[in-house]
């Protein structure tokens, strides 16, 4: 008999992928701006596009890719397909040689835990599906992570995860799981979290800092430490279904 797997779902950034440096993302804003710019949909030169882009950004944070965003409702500009093209052109100008080493780095470690034969994984992340897929692909892991499982915010409709359930949805039914509190998701913030658990699934909060909330089934310092824990923990106990 065939034995059930754990469910896990993982967000991506700062969770499967850490960034290595908090300025990572920085460049999106200069990305998101050459991408409407592109557009020549707006007019605006390009600095005032940038400026309004780093507005937006600053007082909507990840709102400012949804619908209600000014760019996309005064202009009629296609929210998922600027969305896509920004991180593109971020993973070609923003990447460094050193961002490169330090994911191929991460993916080294990560190579045994993802090939546990005990998980199932799937990805729910804000970020677009290829911007994942491309990252996994240069950590050397994208064959363990097909991209049926990459639940991006573009494949999600555009529905952020603090608002949404859509991805979560989405990620059990390629995971053909009908009962979701047999899947756990990881994440580092609660926002998200929290819509997870009301979805019925259990939470892992991925935090140096204990933070007692009633959306956090359990805490870990780090992913790569609930992983091993999640491994020896099915391997101790092959009849537990979780």
Known sequence: MAMQKTPLILDFDQCLFDHGREDFL???????????????????????IYQKVSHAFQTQGMQAFTYD????????????????????????????????????????????????????????????????????EVMGIKHLISDERIIGLDTANMNLKENSDAGFQMALSRLHITN??????????????????????QTIHITKTAQAHPCICHTSDTLTDWMHFMRHYTCLNKALTF
């Open 180 to 201: 979701p509190q047999a899947a756990y998701y990881a994440d580092d913030r609660v926002e998200d979290l929290t819509t997870a658990f009301n979805a019925g699934l």
């Open 26 to 48: 920085y460049g999106l804003s200069t990305a998101y701006a050459d991408a409407v710019a592109e557009t020549n949909a707006l007019p605006f030169a390009h600095e005032d």
């Open 69 to 136: 965003d000014f760019l996309f409702k005064e202009y009629g500009l296609d929210p998922k397909a600027l969305y896509v093209r920004a991180f593109e052109i971020f993973l070609k100008k923003h990447v460094t040689e050193d961002d490169i080493k330090h994911m191929q780095a991460q993916g080294a470690h990560y190579v045994p835990l993802l090939s546990n034969a005990d998980l199932d994984i799937a990805i729910v992340s804000n970020s677009p599906q290829g911007y994942v897929s491309k990252i996994l």
